[in-house]
């Protein structure tokens, strides 16, 4: 246990060559002491791959199946022993009952996968649909044990294309065999669309699409994925126009907020947005966007508010980054965005708005900062969803 401590120190850099190297008895009883730290159990239990001691099995599945067990020495455990076919039963019981432990459900179903249990697609669809990536991943590589036991057309045929996230293994297949993909542009769930759209390779039958495009939605992507292939503006912006340069319309966004918000928003593009955002700013020029702090900073000094230096939006809330800096007036925080001339602050009424305004800065107030920018879907705190003006404009993400 000492030379396993040794190798796994609490401070500094694992000697991973020594640990897979060494005796797997001995790797696998430090992996069933429960009162061994479980970050080095784990680690333990990656280091038994390909060399699991035959009578340890039955103990390294007990703590497998113990629910007070930690939850990412179960995984560790599942991946090391997926393919012993005795866990089977307990995999699928999983998946009618549950699991407390975060992520094991998830890397039960994967194991039946590897295990090549067909009655686990459904579950590995979806997952596989997911917008985190790491449960995309385990998804996919479910889905992709099971086309090796069985072959693709065993897991499409029992999959079907009723849900949106069976379509979508559909279209991975489709992609996989070299088939063109441009039909799924036009797919009604906009993930299967987008998941289309970041596929398409081939810029002719994009533009053979687009002449043919069952739908407005479906040729603004087609548009999107050429320019990606190709980046010729002049191009994009000549089939923007032919397609009537179709925007969203957002009730109270004005030209001056819309062009701010798209040109930063719209490039990060979650797939549940609508493609017209990305069009838009593929077809527009973006706003200057000067540095103001200092201007803001005379502004605030002249009018007798002895504003504090300027921090960061990050170094404001200690942590994470945003798209504006904080000024502090006494008891008041001016928030300055880097993405134009727009301030904020919580009290409207703050004689900092007056001050400003007059030195050419736009004052966002409670009004326009509510205006929902809809179908512009951001990140933002574990949530895709469209956000109002004020959170675009004076965003923060720890």
Known sequence: MRKINMLIPERGQPDTVALYAHDPDALARYVLDTGNAWWRRRMCAQALAGRVPEARVPGLVHRIRDEEETAEVRIALLDLLAGRTELLP??????????????????????????????????????????????QEIGEAGLDALVEHHGADAILADLGEDRPEDRRFALRTWHRAGRDVTPYLADPDRGVAYFAQSLAADPDRLRAFLNEAPAPEAAVRAACALHRLTEDTAETRRIDERLGSPRTEVDGLD???????????????????????????????????????????????????????????????????????????????????????????????????????????????????????????????????????????????D
């Open 90 to 135: 307990w995999l699928r019981e999983v998946e009618r009952r549950g699991d407390g432990s975060y992520g094991v459900a998830e890397a039960a179903l994967k194991a039946r996968g590897l295990l090549g249990d067909r009655t686990a697609a459904p579950g590995l669809s979806t997952l596989a649909a997911s917008p985190w990536q790491r449960w």
């Open 255 to 397: 030209e001056e907020l819309r062009r701010a918000i798209v040109h930063e928003y719209a490039p990060w593009y979650e797939w549940q947005s609508d493609p017209r955002w990305l069009l838009e700013a593929l077809c527009t020029e973006p706003p200057g966007r000067p540095d103001q702090l200092a201007r803001v900073t005379t502004a605030l000094t002249a009018a007798g508010l002895a504003p504090e230096p300027p921090v960061s939006a990050g170094d404001h809330h200690q942590q994470g980054d945003g798209t504006y800096h904080v000024i502090s007036c006494g008891n008041e925080d001016i928030r300055i965005s880097t993405l134009g001339r727009f301030v904020t602050g919580h009290d409207d009424r703050h004689p900092a708005r007056r001050a400003l305004e007059d030195a050419g800065f736009r004052w966002i107030d409670g009004a326009a900062g509510s205006i929902q920018v809809t179908g512009l879907c951001v990140y933002y705190f574990g949530r895709r969803e469209p956000l109002s003006v004020d959170t675009l404009l004076f965003y923060w993400q």
